[in-house]
């Protein structure tokens, strides 16, 4: 009944930058936390940042001064501004959301499905 769709993945130079979105859809009260993870290949999950409804943000050590979270509460989306981007940072980027149902309002953890960052030259 909830979808978290992810897009802006692709091929990107080293030092270049990448902003993906993810759009939350289906049956939404309200929206909690979202954030987005990363997962390379061989390696575990791992928190990328996250931003509150009010707006407040979380950031690993990795990405401070080179991302940057926002999101759109009145289109139920959040974005990742990347920049001097680096080929550690390929991975597969997921989107998660902290989503409050309309129905019992119950608040249930969703994940996208990923979309792919390669840096490479």
């Given at each position: 009944?909830?979808?978290?769709?992810?897009s802006g993945g692709g091929l990107v130079q080293p030092g270049g930058s990448l902003r993906l979105s993810c759009a939350a859809s289906g049956s939404i009260?309200?929206?909690?936390?979202?954030?987005?993870?990363r997962q390379a290949p061989g390696k575990q999950r791992e928190l990328v940042a996250t931003i509150s409804r009010g707006g407040i943000t979380n950031y690993a050590?990795?990405?401070?001064?080179?991302a940057t979270i926002s999101r759109d509460n009145a289109k139920n989306t959040v974005y990742l501004q990347m920049n001097s981007l680096e080929p550690e940072d390929t991975a597969v980027y997921f989107c998660n959301a902290d989503i409050r149902s309309p129905?019992?309002?119950?608040v249930t953890n969703y994940w996208g499905k990923?979309?792919?960052?390669?840096?490479?030259?």
């Open positions: 009944q909830v979808q978290l769709m992810e009260f309200s929206i909690n936390a979202m954030g987005w993870y050590a990795s990405m401070t001064g080179r129905r019992d309002l119950r990923g979309t792919l960052v390669t840096v490479s030259s």
